[in-house]
């Protein structure tokens, strides 16, 4: 695979993500949040994606312990 596809896999997988943050009804734990947008095998990605929003005030919080990245609940603040 290259860049260019890594690239828009991870663009979409972002859109994605967003999109399920945004019509959640409840907080998500990363694993959960993983498993819903089909990418159970990709959960350090999810967290990187999630954590990159997070930081940049992109709308997702981060809550937990952050020492156990798939015990963070993720959560849109809107």
Request: with cysteine; charged share 25%.
């Amino acid at each position: 695979m290259n860049y260019w596809e890594k690239e828009s896999i991870i663009k979409e997988l972002t859109k994605t993500l967003v999109e399920r943050c945004l019509n959640a009804e409840i907080e998500n734990y990363m694993e959960e949040l993983a498993a819903q947008v089909q990418a159970t095998d990709q959960v350090e990605t999810v967290y990187k994606i999630v954590h990159h929003l997070a930081v940049n005030n992109r709308g997702i919080t981060l809550d937990g312990d952050r020492q156990f990245s798939s015990r963070l609940q993720v959560s849109w603040q809107g």
